[in-house]
């Protein structure tokens, strides 16, 4: 009989007003918790309790799940990402030498002087007009 006084009362569905409800939902929004960190920390014992609060009362679009574009999408080894950015980084040269080539000729061609003058070329000319 001890043990069952010993334990928390059930909280419902009726005990949240919408006040503490906005409050759990600006926690969550400021990023100081997440949504299940949150129910944790109020004491909240339903799963989707406060994702649902975040739909419906919150800012943010949280119908979809968030996904960081940094995150892998499959769990693949170092070695597998490694290799997959060496061949990003090489298709990223071949489109870098494909410009190149294009602007040089826009500037055979049409002249169209699309290359940067670098500041080493116009630092000489500067100095002499300052003597």
């Known amino acids: 009989m001890e043990a069952s006084n010993n334990k928390s009362a059930r909280r419902s569905q009726r005990d949240y007003t919408l006040g503490f409800k906005l409050s759990v939902v600006a926690l969550v929004e400021k990023g100081e918790f997440t949504y299940k960190q949150a129910?944790?920390?109020?004491?909240?014992?339903?799963?989707?309790?406060?994702?649902?609060?975040?739909?419906?009362?919150?800012?943010?679009?949280?119908?979809?799940?968030?996904?960081?574009?940094?995150?892998?999408?499959s769990k693949e080894t170092?070695?597998?990402?490694?290799?997959?950015?060496?061949?990003?980084?090489?298709?990223?040269?071949?489109?870098?030498?494909?410009?190149?080539?294009?602007?040089d000729i826009m500037d055979k061609e049409y002249g169209a002087g699309l290359r940067k003058k670098y500041l080493s070329d116009t630092s000489g000319k500067l100095s002499k007009k300052t003597k």
């Open 39 to 73: 129910q944790k920390h109020v004491g909240i014992q339903g799963r989707s309790t406060v994702l649902v609060w975040l739909r419906k009362l919150g800012k943010l679009d949280w119908s979809k799940p968030f996904r960081h574009p940094l995150m892998p999408k």
């Open 78 to 103: 170092p070695a597998q990402k490694i290799k997959c950015l060496e061949r990003e980084f090489q298709d990223e040269k071949l489109i870098n030498q494909v410009l190149n080539g294009m602007v």
